[in-house]
């Protein structure tokens, strides 16, 4: 068998390793005796029209248009709905022939890193905090991995480690804003900055530079801020999107790649990313969620709720003592360890019943992540687990 392959299948990600923890925890102290921080699994209900539509789909519609295959790139109504609901909001010329349907955000990753990876010298860039499966979809498409790291004052573009690292080998830099694990959204001038910087490195090494922009968070922002739409500024920006954080779906598994017409040769990309999801097996993501989508493009979950939820945490674990980069977007906070091993911290809190995870598959060392898309009675009553965790290491 593939070794590799064997160890991926034996040796789950971090999260999901606690994700199933906590299962056993709660079945032995009860759900309410565990707070389970631990994976992005939304707690508010789908938009309110999701259910509806897909109850009158599947009642009133032929059983083959239900649940029959589409085109290998999509339904048109769905894709046609998608170009209109961007359009609509970013003042963008978009079409059904810029939108390829997709399982989600995992594989719109999987299969533009496999369109774009030409040899085993590409490299592709994620900044530090990144979510965690980067480096598998990077390393399955035969490119390198590399990592810049994090520029721990803003948590935002370490543009001097970057400019440090890149070389005529990188393809592509990763942007995740709203960002998971640190839920920061990164500025426009920042943005602006890193446009300037890869136009001038594209003239230099002649060839494209791709932003490859993983947005499953978008349209969860607080407090009015700007999320930019960046192939608005850069013209080889390709979109990895998921419908299952802003419409509660993370089981559904529905997504898009969008590929604009102002990305270099945009036809011909958006042809290697038809073959590359030929070449994964992704053909056809699910009929019915296409067709929900389909009337559904423009709705949005109660992010009100997760940002409630924001609030409380940060500012009660802020006022027990701990040290936590404020989140203005996604639905996690990212908070110092009370020690310098983040996993023998996460082991610590698990002695309470808190299951955090630690930091250092994000790419950094240090911190730990918590998900708070949890019912709000979770945080309000780990308030006192959090307290006497913070006790512990304090009279250490």
Known sequence: MNKEMFKLGSQRSIIRELFELSKELKNKYGVDKVYDFSIGNPSVAPASDVDKTLVDIITNESS??????????????????????????YGTDYTLY???????????????FKALTESSEDEIFAIAPYFTEYRVFVNNSGAKFRIVPADTNTFSINFKELENMINPNTKAIIINS???PTGVIYKRNDLEKLVEFLLNKEKEYNHPIYIVADE???EIAYDGIEVPHIPSIYHNTLICYSYSKSLSLPGDRIGYVLVPNNVDDSKNVFL??????????YICAPSLYQHMISRCASSLSNI???QDNRNIIYNELEKIGYECVHPDGAFYLFVKALEDDSYQFMK????????????????????VRIAYCVSKDTILNSLQAFK???NYYSNK
């Open 348 to 367: 610590k809190a698990l002695e309470y019943n808190l299951v955090l995870v630690p930091s250092d598959d994000f790419g950094i060392k240090g911190y």
């Open 388 to 390: 006497e965790l913070y």
């Open 216 to 218: 499953p968070y978008r």
């Open 178 to 180: 709203p960002n998971n």
């Open 304 to 306: 009100k709720e997760y």
């Open 64 to 89: 083959v248009y239900t649940h029959g295959y589409t085109s290998s790139q999509g339904d048109n109504e769905a894709r046609e709905a998608i170009a209109k609901d961007l359009n609509k909001r």
């Open 272 to 281: 290697a990313c038809l073959g590359a999801g030929r070449s994964l097996g």
């Open 98 to 112: 810029n939108v390829y349907m997709t399982c989600g955000a995992a594989s719109s990753l999987s299969i533009v």
